[in-house]
């Protein structure tokens, strides 16, 4: 289909005497973005390996590059953590035709990337640093570069604007609240009491017993919370980029970041004290705060985030939960791509 749109563009230009001005500006614009001669990268089809350097030495990570514009790159940072880019392939429904040039990207550990065995290179910090000479590979920079993270991926982004703010055009978190001790107080006092009182009590039976990996408790926490808060579709008819995503995730990571329970962040896990909340205002870029109604986390505290920076907007997703890109996809979409192309244009 995109080698047709690109005939028909040529097309298009040869008649443009005989065809509206807009049309042709369309095609320009079409053919400009789907052109990969000048990028380098043309022989992978946009995907870059880079070597990004840790305390432990240096490793590659994935990314993977759709289309061409210079003054909207969207770079997306995944949750989990140890999760994959896979989970965002929906953008490819949306941004092309926006003219938005966005970047996948597997941070360490994650399924295209190098995976290393050393638990220590697992640290917020380090993981800012890697996002930060990942962006300096891509050539992004305060004129084209906005940075996208949802759940964990958004406390990454968060954490890289309060160090590197100046390299941003605009920041979009997505799903995430500025602090990890109110997103456990928001899943104890809020969501656990709406499960059946016989599913919690069953619920709370294995996590006191710390028997995490057990499969009635997996069972119950999929088909009772995640069918609920996590996307709001019954567990067959989930989209099958987000079970090809839970099948490649590193546990190693994942559990040491976030812990071993999938009810909250607990047990020893680096990320349980995580708090931004009086820092906030100190960022100052252009910011979107996405928030769901049936999240894991409060869309009042995320709505809040966009009062808390100095220059914030909320898209609030009324029918999504953790993973709204799927299952509030057309509010998500919309109020996301107009958020990209307000701030494009000087008008946010």
């Known amino acids: 289909m995109k080698y047709f749109s690109i005939v028909l563009c040529i097309g298009f230009l040869l008649v443009s005497c005989q065809s509206p001005q807009n049309e042709s500006v369309d095609c320009v614009k079409t053919s400009t973005y789907l052109d990969n001669s000048f990028q380098g990268d043309a022989f992978l089809g946009g995907i870059k390996m880079i070597k990004v350097n840790t305390p432990k030495g240096d490793f590659n990570v994935w990314t993977k590059r759709i289309g061409n514009n210079p003054t909207m790159k969207v770079l997306l940072l995944h949750g989990g953590p140890g999760m994959t880019h896979e989970i965002y392939e929906s953008f490819e429904g949306y941004f092309p035709q926006e003219g938005i040039e966005f970047y996948y990207y597997d941070q360490l550990g994650s399924y295209y990337s190098d995976q290393p065995d050393d638990l220590s290179l697992w640290d917020l910090p380090r993981f800012v640093e890697e996002v930060e000479q990942v962006r300096q590979a891509l050539k992004l920079d305060e004129t084209n570069f906005y940075l996208f993270g949802q759940s964990w991926g958004g406390i990454l982004a968060m954490e890289y604007a309060l160090k590197y703010q100046e390299n941003l055009k605009g920041l979009v978190i997505s799903n995430m609240v500025a602090s990890i001790p109110e997103y456990q107080a928001y899943s104890d006092e809020v969501l656990a009491p709406q499960l059946p009182p016989e599913v919690l009590k069953e619920i709370m039976m294995y996590e006191e017993k710390e028997d995490y990996s057990n499969p009635r408790y997996l069972d119950l926490i999929v088909n009772n919370y995640y069918t609920k808060h996590i996307i709001r579709m019954p567990v067959d008819e989930w989209p099958e980029p987000i079970n090809r995503g839970f099948k490649h995730l590193n546990p190693d990571v994942y559990v040491t970041m976030q812990g071993p329970s999938e009810f909250g962040i607990k047990g020893d896990a680096t990320l349980k004290d995580w708090d931004v909340k009086d820092q906030l205002?100190?960022?100052?870029?252009?910011?979107?705060?996405?928030?769901?109604?049936?999240?894991?986390?409060?869309?009042?505290?995320?709505?809040?985030?966009?009062?808390?920076?100095?220059?914030?907007?909320?898209?609030?997703?009324?029918?999504?939960?953790?993973?709204?890109?799927?299952?509030?996809?057309?509010?998500?979409?919309?109020?996301?791509?107009?958020?990209?192309?307000?701030?494009?244009?000087?008008?946010?």
């Open 281 to 348: 205002k100190k960022i100052t870029v252009p910011t979107l705060s996405v928030g769901a109604e049936f999240d894991t986390m409060d869309p009042k505290h995320m709505e809040w985030i966009s009062t808390e920076v100095a220059n914030g907007r909320y898209l609030h997703c009324p029918n999504g939960s953790h993973l709204c890109q799927f299952d509030d996809q057309k509010i998500f979409f919309e109020g996301l791509i107009k958020f990209i192309k307000d701030v494009d244009k000087g008008d946010f």
